[in-house]
């Protein structure tokens, strides 16, 4: 039975007829860029009240964490792309999906052993979140690396429009 429902997953394609990415993978993808997200929050509810900027913490923007996200952002913007009119930058990272996610989620790693490594003393918040979500981080890199519908996923793009010779 499990295996009938792993092979019913490749009979899920978009109307490009390629796989369509899985809603388990968007949510691994904002896990991955959690500053990202976060950033987004603190400016739209920033508007509201100046105190969501005190999320960001005692150094204001995360320059170093938004650097080190970027990776899984690009490969996010890669997956939105997932159209025949598609650039070449867009299928170039798709294919690199896998080895996007796997530096990611090593970048996320090091930072936070960084930071971590700094702190006096570990508390619930924030520190013990940060090591939770990179243990999150490394799940997702290894559940890409052997589920073979990740391979397939990674290695599709829909074919490139093509301009009729006779127009």
């Known amino acids: 039975m499990i295996g009938n429902v792993q092979d019913s997953a490749f009979l899920d394609v978009d109307r490009h007829g390629v796989l369509r990415v899985p809603g388990v993978l968007w949510l691994g993808f904002a896990v991955m860029a959690r500053y990202w997200i976060l950033m987004l929050v603190v400016?739209?509810?920033?508007r509201r009240s100046q105190e969501s900027v005190l999320l960001l913490g005692d150094g204001g923007i995360p320059w170093g964490w938004l650097a080190v996200q970027l990776p899984i952002v690009l490969l996010m913007a890669a997956g939105?792309?997932?159209v025949p009119t598609a650039g070449r930058w867009a299928r170039v990272?798709?294919?690199g999906g896998r080895w996007i996610i796997t530096l990611?989620?090593?970048l996320n790693l090091?930072?936070?052993?960084?930071?971590?490594?700094?702190?006096?003393?570990?508390?619930?918040?924030?520190e013990?979140?940060?090591?939770?979500?990179?243990?999150?981080d490394l799940a997702i890199a290894i559940a890409v690396w052997?589920?073979?519908?990740?391979?397939?996923?990674f290695s599709e793009s829909p074919a490139p429009?093509?301009?009729?010779?006779?127009?």
């Open 93 to 95: 990272l798709w294919r």
């Open 110 to 126: 090091g930072w936070t052993a960084h930071l971590l490594m700094q702190s006096d003393a570990w508390n619930l918040w924030p």
């Open 161 to 167: 429009e093509t301009k009729d010779p006779k127009a």
């Open 43 to 46: 400016t739209v509810s920033a």
């Open 128 to 136: 013990l979140f940060l090591a939770s979500c990179v243990l999150i």
């Open 104 to 106: 990611t989620a090593l």
């Open 146 to 153: 052997r589920d073979r519908f990740f391979a397939q996923l």
């Open 80 to 82: 939105f792309q997932r």
